[in-house]
Each structure stands twice: as C-alpha cells, then as structure tokens.
C-alpha cells in the first residue's frame, strides 16, 4: 500500500498582509511547513497557525528562508555557510517557541524558496541547513528536493529524511526544479498536475522537460499556499491520490507505523 504525505507552505501572511487560504487548506493536508518570519510571517502569523494546525491534528514543520520579505525569500542572498547556519538555528527555534507554548512537538524543518533550491545542489549549504537541524533537534525530519544534496547532507549527519517532490512545478532533467525565471516553471492546468503527482507517486518517476523520464522518490508532496487555485487544487489533488488507494499520512506517523 503506498502512503504519501501532503504539505503545504502556510503561515506566510504578515501585519495586515494577508495571503492564502490556511484554514481551509488545513483540513486537506498532513503536514504544515509554517514561515519563520524572515520570508513571510510574523509573531502573531505563527503563533496561530501553529495553533489552527494544532486543531487540525496536521504535523508542523519550521519554513525559514532567506531574510528577504520584499522578495519572498526566491532571490539568492549571497552569503556564508556560517551565517545560512545561524539563520536556520534562529528561526527553526523561534517557531519551536511556539510549538511548546501550544504544547505540540514539531515534525520537520524544510527550507523555502531560493535557499531550498540553493541547497539542493550545493554541498556546503545542505551541509550548514542539516548541521542546524541537527544541533536544535536531532530528532527533527529534514524535508529536502528528492535525491538532492540536501537529502544526502541529512542523511550523513544521521537526521530522518523526507524525499520531497512537487506537485505544480516542471523539472530538469538533472531532477532539480525549473526556475521560476522560466514561463514553463509553473504546471497551471490543474488535472495535468495531478497527472504528474500520481505518476510519481505511484511509478517514482516523472517526464523532464525535455521529454526525459527521470526517477524520484516521493515521501512528500508539496502544494504551493500562496498560489490563487491552491486550495482546489488540494482539493482534487486529495481526491486524485485516495482513488488511487493511496493512504494520506504525515511523514512522522508513517515512520512510526
């Protein structure tokens, strides 16, 4: 029987912005990765929905980013593998904050934007990302690109890993994800998405670009909060994978079942 997680990035409203449908979306899916504050969020965003999750029984992981709101943390800072290091420390803990006042462990950490692309296939920064993961909370699960070099640091350093793929982006055919630069980044036809996901789901594969088949393995699957159709996408989405008899579950309790 094949199981699958559904996460979603969520908690990415800040002051009187307000962005995505998270309480609807919290009913869909299995596990949350919640903004730190540093790409989206803020104090008051991240407090309640570590709470709305929490009510939702949907697992709870950290998002930290790039400190760039104004550019949704997809630009690339250039910066040290010391200071990527210290920024993850800084807001995986500020979130773990709140998951113990809610009385909630936390499940995950998983990058956002340009640093989850920028580890994928750089070795020092997937190195720096697992090494602060690993020093707040060893029993953490570390969500990377699926067999990317964020994966392998994970694993070498002795986190559990999750295998993540996406449900609305293209890929290469070196299996890292298409630029959001590029008019073909984006799958917007939402049955052709859904296509996509049930094929890697089910085969551990899926068609580049160019028309080449490459392999990958889906412990996660990750849908876009910010996205206009999010929400109706997940909704079919859902729907798509259980007719497909595929069992929806969070990362955490499928490792402990």
């Avoid at 800084?90 to 998983?110: D, E, T, W």
């Avoid at 008019?183 to 551990?204: C, F, H, L, W, Y």
């Amino acid at each position: 029987m094949l199981t699958v997680d559904l996460n979603c990035d969520l908690g990415e409203s800040f002051g009187h912005y307000k962005l995505g449908q998270d309480e609807q979306v919290l009913d869909l899916i299995t596990s949350a990765n919640i903004a730190c504050g540093y790409h989206a969020g803020d104090h008051n965003v991240m407090s309640n929905t570590v709470q709305l999750a929490v009510e939702k029984n949907v697992a709870i992981g950290a998002h930290p980013g790039f400190n760039d709101l104004f550019g949704f943390g997809r630009r690339n800072i250039d910066t040290s593998p010391r200071d990527i290091y210290n920024s993850v420390v800084y807001q995986v803990n500020a979130l773990s904050g709140f998951c113990k006042i809610h009385r909630v462990n936390m499940q995950h950490v998983k990058p956002h934007g340009a640093l989850f692309n920028i580890a994928s296939v750089k070795k020092e920064v997937a190195e720096a990302i697992a090494e602060a993961v690993y020093d707040t909370n060893p029993s953490l699960i570390l969500y990377g690109l699926s067999g990317s070099e964020l994966i392998v640091a994970g694993e070498k350093i002795g986190l559990n890993v999750a295998n993540e793929v996406f449900a609305d982006r293209t890929y290469q055919p070196n299996g890292t994800l298409t630029s959001r630069k590029d008019p073909n980044a984006m799958i917007k036809d939402v049955d052709e998405a859904i296509e996509r996901v049930t094929q890697i789901v089910s085969k551990g594969e899926t068609t580049a670009v160019d028309g080449t088949i490459i392999p990958l393995k889906a412990d996660t699957v990750c849908i876009h909060g910010d996205e206009p159709s999010a929400l109706i996408f997940v909704q079919k989405l859902r729907l798509a994978l259980l007719d497909e008899g595929v069992i929806l579950q969070s990362v955490g309790n499928t490792r402990k079942s």
